[in-house]
């Protein structure tokens, strides 16, 4: 986990002159086959001046939580093992990739967390899985190693290349939904058949 004075990218921009992309999806298009983004969903956290930093939330890992527990030296009590240790850790991104990152409902204290909606905090400190461990932590979660980053205008040039779709993300897709069903289920959540998205990415 990051140390606890681990910046973030900044506040949330309240400028309504760019494009803000925080609390929405990015769903890698069919035709691309980047190796890293190939597949994904990304959830963003974060949109402004400084770039855009987001979380993959449907590419696992083989580590599961209760190895990074053990890697990080915390202890489960009693009775809470069972819940959390076959869980799976997702490949957040390529930045920070020995680092780890949590996605949660709201609730708690943490010395290093943004606020992204009133549905979805962003915490990069390990006292949110001190929390787990004890029993007190987040009733819904996702960890990461890594996470996306995008310098400033990169990703709009991106989407304009159409390697990208955006919507409005859902905390039931980012939090609730089995792993395999996150990339149709955003796709969606636009309103479009994701077969008829890979046809049409088959024949393009």
Sequence with gaps: MPQEDTPLLGTLSASTSQLNLANHFLIAMPSMNDPIFGGTVVYICEHNEKGVLGVVINKPTDMTMDVLFDRIDLKVAEGLRASVEDAPIMFGGPVQDDRGFVLHSPGGRYSSSLSVTDDVAFTTSIDVLEAVANG?????????????????????????????????????????????????????????????????????
């Design 136 to 204: 007190t932590g987040p009733h819904r979660m996702l960890v990461s190693i890594g996470y996306a980053g995008w310098s400033p205008g990169q990703l709009e040039e991106e989407i304009a290349r159409n390697g990208w779709l955006t919507v409005s993300a859902d905390a039931r897709v980012l939090f609730d939904l089995p792993i395999e069903e996150r990339y149709n289920a955003a796709i969606k959540l636009l309103g479009i058949d994701p077969l008829m998205l890979a046809s049409e990415a088959g024949h393009a």
